[in-house]
């Protein structure tokens, strides 16, 4: 249970919004088309990718690669992240956010990296009802990131060091099954622990409305997420046209495609928008790493003709940010399509 003082005034800042709103009823979330119950991602069985079985390797990758392809989202079993490791996170992780709103969005806790809800946020379709550390992998074994949170630091490490080691994995299947070599694509790309990050998010229970988003729509500006989350489930995407509930697995990681892998494919591998929405009763919880590369990185396609032009990861950033502030929203990878 979560003292008030813990907790960001988001329901202040969305009644204000809805309230200097020339329209307030008028949302997206209502017009959104979901499919009744919740789907089950394609899960695949990573021991097969980890054995020494031939056969079962190149089955394992190409159901990757069919899922990168056809949901841009899947699950992974037997992935190799320890479980008792998952479980320190979660722990530590609620500790963390147990920290009064005060001191979480004021005294540099990890970084300075604690946001929350969506400061620029002029409608309620662009408003988040959440908090989150949002970590760059170069800080999270600073001692002096974590105050009094003397134990974060060591389960942050070990669990930063698990994704960086799963997303490498995963990574150099999706690449190999291009023709390419992944010594190919270090040269020119850089992804390691100096450019990727964490994320961890709370989303508390919303007593306003079941439609509110907890994150609103989007898609990752990255190579691949991988994404650990309790069970009260709340994680919607993209299939068909329609938004489709994602139904937790506690033994799974998810796994999504980023813009990046988009545009690096020439759209072979889908990134896929989704969303969080809140709960009336209950917290959910969940950890994102996220494989991005360094600022400089040339994002070009793996072929040509090439859809896209090419760009900067720096100038992709930039893009969106620009996007956000000028339209609310970000657009993402059709600002550089080809004309």
């Known amino acids: 249970m979560y003292a008030f003082e813990s907790t960001p005034p988001l329901a202040q800042h969305y009644t204000k919004i809805v309230h200097d709103q020339a329209h307030p009823k008028i ?3 209502q017009n959104s088309r979901i499919d009744d119950g919740c789907q089950e991602l394609p899960i695949i069985d990573l021991a097969g990718l980890m ?48 920290t009064p709103f005060s001191r979480k969005s004021s005294c540099g806790l990890l970084n300075n990296s604690y946001r929350w ?28 990131c974590y105050g009094e949170f003397t134990s974060l630091r060591a389960v942050l490490v070990g669990y930063a060091a698990a994704m960086q080691k799963l997303a490498k994995l995963l990574a150099e299947v999706l690449i190999k099954n291009l023709g390419q070599k992944l010594q190919d694509f270090e040269e020119t790309i850089k992804c390691d622990e100096t450019t990727c990050f964490l994320r961890l998010n709370r989303y508390p229970a919303c007593p306003l409305s079941a439609e509110i988003f907890g994150f609103v729509p989007h898609t990752d500006s990255d190579f691949l997420t991988i994404l650990h989350q309790d069970q009260v489930g709340g994680l919607q995407l993209i299939k068909d046209s329609k938004w489709v509930a994602v139904k937790p ?34 917290e959910r919880f969940s950890v994102a790493y996220f494989l991005c590369p360094s600022y400089d990185s040339l994002i070009k396609t793996y072929k040509q ?32 399509l080809r004309s």
């Not at 988009?262 to 709960?279: D, F, G, I, R």
Request: net charge neutral.
């Open 305 to 336: 003709p090439s859809l896209y032009t090419n760009f900067t990861f720096a100038e992709y950033r930039a893009k969106v940010r620009e996007d956000a502030r000028l339209v609310g929203r970000k657009i993402g990878l059709s600002r550089f």
């Open 117 to 144: 809800g969506s400061p620029s946020a002029t409608t309620p379709d662009n408003f988040s009802w959440s908090e989150a550390f949002h970590i760059p992998l170069t800080k999270i074994s600073d001692q002096s």
């Open 51 to 98: 054995g020494d079985d031939e056969d079962a390797r190149v089955k394992c990758a190409s159901q990757i690669t069919a899922a990168s392809s056809e949901w841009g989202f899947f699950q992974v079993v037997n992935h190799g992240v320890n479980p008792e490791l998952i479980k320190q996170m979660r722990k530590e992780q609620i500790e963390l956010f147990k």
């Open 249 to 282: 697995n506690k033994d799974a990681l998810i796994v999504n495609i980023g813009d990046l892998f988009q545009a690096w494919s020439n759209n072979l591998y889908k990134s896929v928008e989704h969303k969080v929405m809140v709960n009336p009763n209950i």
């Open 27 to 29: 949302s997206c979330v």
